[in-house]
C-alpha cells in the first residue's frame, strides 16, 4: 500500500537555486499539505489544499509555491532557496467523512532539503 | 499564530513505567489528535478525539480531550522500548505541539 509517496527523499541544493518536491497520494483524499519540521519548532504548515484546484497558506508560506491540478498530486516548490529553508518536508492528506475534513493526517515519510 | 504548549519536551524513563504528556493551548479546539514518529519515518496517527471531555484508548494508550476544549493530555501505560519516538498533538489542521521526544531504557 503506497498512501503517500515523497521524493527525492533528499537533496542538497545551491542557494539561488529552485526545487519542486513532489508528493502524491492514491487514497482519494481531498485535502493535502505540506509541512516542515525543524528541530525544537515541531511540524508548520506551509501550504494546503482543501480540494483539487484551490490552495491556501498555512503559516509559513514565504518563498514556497504550491498547486493543485488534480486530487492525487500536490508539488511544492522553492523558486530561489535560501539556507534558512533547509528542513525536513512532510506531505500529508486527510480523509473527510460524510463531507467533513476528519483532520486524521496520513503523512509521506519526508523530503530531507539541505540548501548551501 | 496560536501555539500548542506540549511538555514534557522530553522523557527517559524506564521499561514497564507508565507515561503521561500534555498539550495546552490559549485557544478552542474542536479535535484534539496524538501521533507518533519515529527516526527517518512521517508522524503516524495513535488517538483522534472529537468531543470535549471524551476519553479514548488504543491498546495501552489512552487520551482526554480536556473539558475545556483548551488540552488534552496521552497516557501509555507500561512502556516498552518500541515506544521510543517523538508524540505530537494536534490541535487541527494547522497546529502542531512542538513534541515530546520519549526513551525508553530497557
Known amino acids: 500500500t503506497a498512501g503517500i509517496t515523497q521524493a527525492p527523499t533528499s537533496q542538497i541544493l545551491a542557494a539561488g537555486r529552485s526545487m519542486t518536491l513532489r508528493c502524491t497520494q492514491d487514497?482519494?483524499?481531498?485535502?493535502m499539505y505540506w509541512y516542515r519540521q525543524d528541530l525544537g519548532l515541531g511540524l508548520r504548515l506551509i501550504h494546503y489544499?482543501?480540494?483539487?484546484?484551490?490552495?491556501g497558506k498555512g503559516e509559513v508560506p514565504d518563498g514556497y509555491s504550491v498547486s493543485r491540478a488534480n486530487t492525487d498530486d500536490f508539488p511544492l516548490t522553492l523558486a530561489s532557496a535560501v539556507p534558512s529553508q533547509t528542513s525536513v518536508y512532510f506531505c500529508?492528506?486527510?480523509?473527510?467523512?460524510?463531507?467533513?475534513?476528519?483532520?486524521?493526517?496520513?503523512f509521506g515519510e519526508g523530503s530531507r532539503l539541505t540548501v548551501l | 499564530g496560536q501555539q500548542l504548549n506540549q511538555s514534557p519536551q522530553s522523557m527517559f524513563i524506564q521499561e514497564g513505567e507508565d507515561v503521561s504528556m500534555n498539550c495546552t493551548s490559549s485557544?478552542?479546539?474542536?479535535?484534539w489528535l496524538w501521533y507518533k514518529q519515529e527516526p527517518g519515518e512521517g508522524p503516524v496517527l495513535l488517538i483522534a478525539?472529537?468531543?470535549?471531555?471524551e476519553l479514548t484508548s488504543n491498546g495501552r494508550l489512552t487520551a482526554q480531550f480536556g473539558i475545556t476544549r483548551k488540552d488534552s493530555f496521552l497516557n501509555i501505560s507500561a512502556s516498552i522500548p518500541s515506544d521510543v519516538g517523538i508524540y505530537f498533538c494536534?490541535?487541527?489542521?494547522?497546529?502542531f505541539g512542538t513534541g515530546t521526544s520519549l526513551t525508553v531504557i530497557p
Open positions: 500529508a492528506s486527510s480523509r473527510t467523512s460524510g463531507g467533513t475534513n476528519t483532520g486524521e493526517l496520513f
Open positions: 487514497m482519494r483524499h481531498n485535502a
Open positions: 489544499s482543501n480540494t483539487a484546484g484551490t490552495t
Open positions: 485557544s478552542i479546539f474542536n479535535t
Open positions: 478525539l472529537y468531543k470535549a471531555g
Open positions: 494536534h490541535g487541527n489542521q494547522f497546529y
